[in-house]
Each structure stands twice: as C-alpha cells, then as structure tokens.
C-alpha cells in the first residue's frame, strides 16, 4: 500500500464512520464515533445559517447529560466554572443558556467537528473533576484567598505542637493571630468533613483545657450544599467558624480579622 | 464508580418496593431542558433514591427518566434510565449499536462497571413507550415505585416553551 492508497483508505473509514441525519425540526443530527462512557453517542447537529456557513451545536444535550447526576450551578462557578469557561475560550465555542456551538464556514467543517466533539469531552470530564482536580484547585484557592487576607504567614499541612499523635490530626492552614491562632479545614466533600470534624474535636479535646492553647478553627467548604445534613450538622457542631463557599470572601475576610485582632 | 454492586445486589434495589416522598415536585427550566426530582424510599425504609426526569425544550425525542441510588458512600448511582430516541447507541460489551429513531431503557449491570464504563452502560430498545410520560410510567413500572399518578402516553408532564 502506498502513501496514496493509505490516504484514501484512511478517507474511506472515517467518513464510514460519520453519518448525517436529517431531522424534521431544521437540524441534521451527526453521528460520529465521539461517545459518553454509558454508550450513547454524542449528540452533535448542524444547522444551514441564514448568513451563509454552518452552526455546529450540541443544542444544550450535554449540559442536560450532565445534569442527571450533577447539579448544573456547580458549572458556573467557583473552580468549575472557570474550568469550564477555559474550555469554551479554548475551543473557540460560543454559550447561549448551556448550548454550547460554533459557526464556521463549509470548508472548516470537518476540523470544526473534531474540535467542537473533543470540547464537548472537556466539558463532560468536568463532572469528573470532583475528586481530582477540583478538589486540589479548591486547596490552592483556599491557600492563595487565606494569604490574600492575612499575607503570607500561613502555614500549611500544619503539624500542631505538643499534640498527642500530632502527625494523625494535621491542619490544613495554621495562622498564628495576636489572640489566638487559626487553625483553618478546606473541606471539598463529605470524606473530609467527616475528617475535620474528627480532627477539630481532637484538638479541642487535647488543647482546649490549657488557656494559652486555645484556638479558633475556620471550616471553608468548598460547596456546603454538596455535604450530607449529618456530616455538615456535625462539623457546624465542632467548629468555631464557618464559610460556606470560596466566593465569599469578604465573610471569610471579616471572620478571619475578627479572630485574630 | 468507587463502589463495586453485583448484578444480584442491582437487582435486588430494583425490584424493592419504593415509594415516591414528594409527588408533588414541580418542573423547573434549567439551560436548555425541563428538569423535576422526585425523592424517592425503600418502604423497609433503608435505601434512598432520586428520579430524575429531564426534557430537552425543544426536542420532544430527546428526554430521559432515570432513577439513581444513593449509596451510603455518598456516591450516587444510575440504575435505569428510560431514554429518548434522539441519539444512537453502542453496547460495547455486546457490540450492539442502534441507530437514531430508537427509544432505549439502560440498564446498571455488574460486567459494565467492572470494565470501567458508567454503570448503566447497557441499553435495549423499547417499544414501550414514545414520549417523557410513558417513560416515567414505565420506569415506575419496571422499578417497583409507587406515589407517583403516571400513565402510558397520557397526559402531558412537560409544556414545551
């Protein structure tokens, strides 16, 4: 097989694996080999425009898979949402209340497919970030937020002096304040809610007795809504203070300068 | 998936009688779809569960009823979802595709979770229904849930905009 003869097979399977269907509603459905981890295939349509050139567009599908076992809010803000924003900037796609599309002109078309099909995965993956990513971007913003208030006396991974076990119950960020320091707990999901609770609790239970031991604890969730009533319940219980999301800053600001001055 | 379920165990939360907590749950627009949850109990009272129906605003092929257990994990699984017929799709197991124009129920199975796709992988097609409320009417069916006044291809349960 020579170079042209590959060429052309190469041509012949993928546009066996493309199929245009039209539908009865003014869009052709595109079937491709793109396809979401439960099998379906993606649902990419086209659309004549009046001015000339094509609409690509997911008309708003993806967002609606994504909805099933996510609330869509967490995609429009905080991590997420600028995750998300990064995508569409990237890929050069446009938003209109999560359709997500591209216009582009006849002869793009079949690259636009390929880019708009692997944006459409970047968009679908963010609901896989939960855990991952998101969560280590949700420590940095907490850090980077924490240092923004205080400046850059912030101690991280904070291992708590004269503590029984100190090693087993680290503190996320320690600021020393003119009181009394802050002993601060990110908490992205209910594993590390359950977690602060216990390691607060110890704290409290080793330091509290000795006054010049005392501290404040300052939970900041990463999204309060995400965290069971029980679990939250018992870590409202526990803590000294509480911020319900990064986005609020300035309640997270006046908390912090409350207890340390 | 962080939790591993047996086709027995899927079959057994299927099949547990279950009754709908808040049949009164009101539809809400949101992006480009209908959405409504109805919250959902075991009647022994030990498991949760949410149905989530959706429907796109302006394809009437394009919906989906599911239901998804709660594990108490906090890890949220999709054990059936009666779809629309607006998309194809591919049984990878299997090797089974079908195309557009085909109205499909899928279904969690242990082989898909153990080979890392979503759990509700599998689908078959049905002739079983046309529309969101047959859907729904056939998901309360199939999954044992009552409290919820459903009906085959009756009454609208979304009003298109």
């Not at chain 1, 086209?46 to 609330?71: A, C, E, H, W």
């Amino acid at each position: 097989m020579n170079i042209d003869e590959l060429k052309t097979a190469v041509c012949r399977s993928l546009c066996a694996d493309v199929q245009v269907i039209e539908r009865n509603d003014g869009y052709f459905f595109v079937d491709t080999p793109f396809e979401f981890g439960d099998g379906d295939h993606y649902s990419l349509f086209l659309k004549f425009l009046p001015t000339g050139g094509v609409r690509i567009t997911d008309r708003g599908t993806t967002f609606m898979r994504m909805s099933y076992l996510n609330d869509l809010g967490k995609f429009r803000e905080g991590s997420r949402g600028r995750l998300l924003e990064q995508v569409v900037a990237t890929a050069d796609l446009q938003e209109d209340r999560g359709e997500f599309f591209m216009d582009v002109s006849g002869e793009e078309l079949g690259s636009s497919l390929v880019r708009f099909g692997q944006a459409l995965t970047h968009i679908h993956d963010l609901t896989f970030l939960n855990k991952n990513r998101v969560v280590t971007t949700f420590y940095e913003d907490l850090r980077e937020q924490v240092q923004g208030i205080v400046g850059s006396d912030v101690a991280e991974n904070y291992i708590v002096p004269g503590l029984p076990m100190a090693e087993a119950y680290p503190v996320d960020l320690f600021v020393p304040g003119e009181r009394s320091p802050v002993y601060i707990f990110g908490v992205p999901d209910q594993p590390k809610a359950r977690l602060a609770t216990i390691i607060i609790q110890y704290l409290r239970l080793h330091l509290s007795a000795d006054p010049k031991n005392r501290f404040k604890s300052l939970v900041v969730f990463q999204d309060q809504a995400n965290i069971p009533h029980k679990d939250r319940s018992r870590l409202i219980n526990a803590a000294s203070m509480m911020v319900d999301t990064l986005e609020a800053r300035d309640d997270m600001r006046f908390k912090l300068e409350e207890a340390l001055h | 998936m962080e939790i591993s379920l047996s086709d027995e165990r899927i079959a057994e939360l299927i099949a547990m009688p279950k009754r709908v907590t808040n049949p009164k749950a009101r539809q809400v627009p949101d992006a480009k779809h209908f959405k409504c949850d109805y919250k959902v109990i075991s009647v022994s009272g030990s498991e949760e569960f949410t149905i989530f129906v959706r429907q796109h605003s302006e394809m009437l092929d394009d919906f989906t009823a599911g239901l998804k257990w709660h594990a108490n994990t906090g890890e949220a699984v999709i054990l059936m979802r009666c779809n629309g017929a607006s998309h194809p799709h591919k049984n990878h197991i299997e090797g089974t595709k079908f195309s557009p124009g085909h109205y499909h129920i899928h279904k969690a199975t242990e082989r898909y979770i153990e080979e890392g796709y979503d759990p509700e992988h599998f689908a078959e097609v049905t002739n079983g229904y046309t529309a969101i409320e047959g859907a729904l009417h056939q998901l309360c069916i199939e999954c044992n849930i009552s409290g919820l006044d459903t009906a085959a291809e009756s009454l609208s349960l979304f009003t298109l905009q």
